[in-house]
């Protein structure tokens, strides 16, 4: 059978055709020009998702955070910027952008207020991922604007604008934004503004892609010269858009490669049988162990010296402390710990040792009262107790009786005896 290369390369473009299922270009058009205008009901539902964003930042909470992108308008000026560039509308694009400056400049006041006002002030990990962009956040931004604008030019739309809105992210860095202003922390307020930005840049270019892709038709003739100088302007803000979010990647992923080759060696090279490894941390170009346990030989630390090239670690000092060797920090950290815990336990004693007596003395007091009453009918109430380390017993008469001198010697002496304290002293009242 005769397979002919030309016609199932054919065969295989249909598959990936977007002609035969676009939408018509005056109603995305329009679809697009009704959704960049912010107000009325599209601005407060914007103010809306804006506290509902910082809500979910505040608390943590991811479900509450994605409600908010579900609610947020703000992909419309965004697109509308990319749509109006791919097809030369200049009043589409002074409107996209008129009202994209003013979502985010409402969104961010919105926030700051919010976040102001707000008791909880402490940053958590759903706001602090969005203060440090790199290449993955402008992937995905690209990705999700290639698959909102395929939604929204085509026919076949499905449910993919919402999961463009949760890909894309584009209210949580406004709110963070907003939280660095409220707090006057600038780092989260610019990387936050500059992830923001990212989402921006990159949504609004696969949209302009996109236009052009499924041939969309220019509203007004444009000379090429200036089509050029366009084509200029937007490959300028891709690469000035890019660099930051490149280094900031090429420093995440160097952190990464430098943390996996450091864990490593400690496991390949320092680390055996008897020895608990505590700690690995970085001073200057010293690297610190905090080692447990079977001490680590002399021999078996020159030659994990020796070894460190290979794990890249070639800059770096190499300094292990033991808790084995006598007088070394970790040592006497333990001999103070273990001289304060031996004091607690023999504080604790001495206190279960009070406990127990006045325990004692409370049930002694009870049968003494008891027992006093046929014997000295003249003591009403007789209570037994200890008293800045002394037995103590006081003694309240009846009224009118009185208790002579030989009767007190009686009731102390018996007291002495029933309570075994010959230093027993007596009140009578």
């Known amino acids: 059978m005769n397979v002919n290369p030309r016609e199932s390369l054919a065969h295989i473009k249909q598959y990936f055709n977007l002609l035969h299922d676009k939408e018509d270009e005056r109603e995305v058009v329009e679809q697009v020009r009704g959704s960049i205008v912010f107000r009325g009901t599209n601005l407060w539902i914007l103010i809306f998702a804006i506290l509902i964003a910082s809500l979910g930042l505040n608390v943590n909470s991811t479900a509450v955070i994605i409600g908010a992108m579900l609610v947020s308008p703000l992909m419309g000026p965004i697109i509308g910027m990319g749509l109006a560039v791919g097809i030369s509308d200049s009043e589409l694009l002074k409107q996209s952008l008129k009202n994209y400056g003013v979502a985010t400049l409402i969104s961010v006041v919105t926030a700051t207020v919010y976040f102001f006002i707000s008791p909880l002030s402490e940053a958590q990990s759903e706001l ?21 604008v395929l939604a929204l030019t085509t026919k076949s739309k499905g ?39 990212i989402n921006t840049v990159f949504i609004a270019t696969a949209t302009f892609l996109g236009t052009k892709l499924l041939r969309f038709h220019p509203v007004q003739a444009v000379s090429s010269e200036r089509s050029l100088h366009g084509r200029r302007v937007i490959y300028g803000i891709v690469v000035v858009t890019l660099l930051p979010a490149a280094y900031m990647t090429y420093n995440i992923v160097r952190q990464n490669v430098f943390e996996r080759n450091m864990h490593s060696f400690v496991r390949n090279e320092v680390d055996q049988n008897g020895t608990q490894i505590l700690s690995t941390q970085t001073a200057g170009d010293t690297l610190r162990i905090v080692a447990v346990g079977r001490e680590i030989t002399e021999e078996a630390v020159a030659n994990a010296r020796s070894r460190m090239r290979f794990y890249g670690l070639a800059d770096y000092h190499l300094h292990i402390i033991q808790a084995g060797g ?37 049930t002694l007091s009870h049968r003494i009262a008891l ?12 209570a037994v107790g200890r008293m800045d380390g002394r037995a103590v017993a006081i003694a309240t008469l009846a009224d009118d009786a009185r208790l ?10 018996w007291l002495q005896t029933r309570v075994q304290d010959d230093n027993l002293e007596l009140i009578i009242r």
């Not at 602090?128 to 909102?148: E, K, Q």
């Not at 027992?371 to 109430?381: I, Q, R, S, T, Y």
């Not at 002579?404 to 002496?413: G, K, N, P, V, Y």
């Open 128 to 148: 602090l991922a969005r203060t440090s962009p790199s290449l993955y956040d402008v992937l995905i931004a690209f990705c999700g604007g290639a698959a909102g």
């Open 159 to 197: 449910q993919v604008i919402p999961g463009v809105a949760i890909a894309t992210a584009l209210m949580p860095p406004l709110c963070t934004a907003g939280y660095g202003l409220a707090t006057a922390q600038w780092s989260y307020f610019f990387g936050a503004f500059y992830l923001f930005f």
């Open 326 to 362: 006598e007088g070394s920090p970790i040592a006497e950290h333990l001999s103070n710990a273990q001289n304060a815990n031996a004091m607690l336990s023999a504080q604790i004693a001495d206190l279960q040792r009070q406990l127990a007596a006045y325990a004692a003395f409370d």
């Open 371 to 382: 027992e006093a009453a046929p014997l000295f009918p003249e003591v009403e109430k007789l």
């Open 404 to 413: 002579h001198s030989a009767d007190r010697q009686r009731l102390e002496q």
